[in-house]
């Protein structure tokens, strides 16, 4: 079953930053958030992970939630190369990295 | 190097064949993984290998056989496929803290397979 719930579509301007949800109200303490996009075509992508704080690296912010329940995954100015499918992942330790549907994210123009 | 390499690109078998998908890296990592995906759907997981060990199977049919002959190399070696087995295969790598897998997985682009 999977650990995260997140909307299937989501569309933003180019230029704009793009935020995209996912929840997670069953993570456990010592469970990690990790972020992945797969572009049309190509192997999937890590862009960034966390446990309780904030992150930031220079593909996207983190955003994750007191409770740890949520996080937003934030990419500050869109382009349209970031038109990918985005998945919100939740491991741990010996987990296995399981791909729950993702969200499509569309840049337009 | 941060690449994971997957040749070939693209495979055209028939249910009779035999053929075999390659996978390699230089990072150095000990975890290296098969992924399967059908069109519009996400990655599945078939296989993990630790340190040149088969560490899960996914409960995967035996026509997929997975060979990891050392820390750099992954094959999967196709036997008697069918039409459904179309899809594309993603190899990818981690390192590996003791037992447990990181999750960050460096992922090739993939072997697009089409089984006639």
């Known amino acids: 079953d999977a650990k995260t719930t997140q909307p299937p579509s989501m569309d933003c301007a180019e230029g704009r930053a793009a935020n995209l949800p996912c929840n997670h109200s069953?993570?456990?303490?010592?469970?990690?958030v990790y972020w992945y996009r797969q572009i049309h075509s190509q192997g999937p992508q890590y862009i960034i992970h966390g446990l309780k704080n904030n992150e930031t690296n220079e593909m996207a912010s983190l955003i994750i939630t007191e409770d740890r329940k949520s996080s937003t995954l934030i990419l500050p100015h869109a382009t349209l190369r970031d038109t990918a499918v985005y998945y919100c992942?939740?491991?741990?330790?010996?987990?296995?990295?399981?791909f729950g549907q993702g969200t499509r994210l569309t840049i337009n123009p | 190097d941060t690449e994971v390499t997957q040749t070939p690109k693209h495979l055209v078998m028939g249910m009779t064949n035999k053929k075999s998908l390659k996978c390699e890296q230089h990072m150095g990592h000990r975890a290296m993984y098969w992924y399967k995906q059908k069109a519009k759907k996400p990655p599945e997981l078939m296989f993990v290998?630790?340190?040149?060990?088969?560490?899960i199977n996914e409960s995967v049919p035996s026509r997929f056989s997975p060979e990891c002959p050392n820390s750099s190399l992954l094959n999967l070696h196709l036997h008697a496929l069918q039409p459904e087995d179309s899809a594309l295969y993603l190899c990818?790598?981690?390192?590996?803290?003791?037992?447990?897998?990181?999750?960050?997985?460096?992922f090739g682009e993939g072997s697009r397979l089409t089984v006639l």
């Open positions: 069953t993570i456990s303490g010592n469970e990690y």
């Open positions: 990818a790598s981690s390192q590996l803290r003791g037992i447990d897998y990181t999750g960050e997985l460096f």
């Open positions: 992942i939740v491991i741990q330790g010996a987990q296995k990295l399981v």
């Open positions: 290998y630790s340190y040149e060990k088969l560490s």
